[in-house]
């Protein structure tokens, strides 16, 4: 586990996202992170099949495929 610094804008809209979701605030700040590497990885996945990828049991076709740029071929899709 380490230190992040962010700016308190970022903190700010964790503290009112984390509420709204019923996340702790970090637990929101590593969703957002889990989504933006995969989106970042695999660019050819909209948001929601990012979650699909996120709502399979503990994540595991997501940390499995964060890495490969496989993602997309697992929805049916090219990467």
């Known amino acids: 586990m380490g230190i992040v610094k962010i700016s308190e804008q970022m ?13 702790s605030i970090n637990a929101q700040a590593e969703h957002w992170l889990r989504v933006g590497m995969l989106a970042e990885l695999n660019p050819g996945l909209n948001y929601g099949e990012i979650c699909r990828l996120l709502l399979t049991p503990d994540g595991e076709a997501a940390s499995a495929l964060a890495g490969t740029g496989l993602a997309a071929d697992t929805l049916g899709r090219a990467a």
């Not at 903190?11 to 996340?23: I, M, N, Q």
């Open 11 to 23: 903190h700010e809209a964790l503290r009112h996202t984390s509420g709204a979701f019923s996340r």
